[in-house]
């Protein structure tokens, strides 16, 4: 079975989401509430997703119910320091500072 990544990008109120299947990105964004949580997962059966293997920014309590959420559902799910990732930004080149961008 393989897994897709999924990428998230976490603020106080929403989170920008970016799977990444078969050398796709797809995106979605989402208001962070329970619900959202369910609505997330029945997204990612509809794009024919399993299981992934979720990456967030260590943002403090934001997305710690989301990754919480995503693990006891069965997913991997890595926190990462948000140094490391504005790191491979810029060994991309990408000059591009959005919510979307930061998902994928």
């Known amino acids: 079975m393989s897994v897709s990544v999924l990428g998230l990008d976490i ?7 970016a799977l990444l299947v078969d050398g796709k990105t797809k995106h979605k964004p989402a208001r962070i509430r329970r619900k959202v949580f369910e ?4 997204w990612l ?30 997913h991997r799910v890595s926190i990462v320091n948000p140094a490391r ?4 930004a810029q060994s991309e080149l990408i000059r591009t500072k959005t919510d979307k961008m930061d998902a994928a």
Do not use: M, P, S, W
Request: hydrophobic content about 40%; some cysteine; glycine content about 12%.
């Open 85 to 88: 990732i504005k790191g491979f």
């Open 11 to 17: 603020a106080k109120q929403k989170f920008d989401v």
């Open 39 to 42: 609505t997330l997962t029945l």
């Open 45 to 74: 059966e509809k794009q024919g997703v399993r299981k992934v293997h979720a990456c967030l920014e260590a943002t403090g309590n934001y997305g710690e119910d989301l990754a919480i959420y995503l693990h006891e559902a069965g």
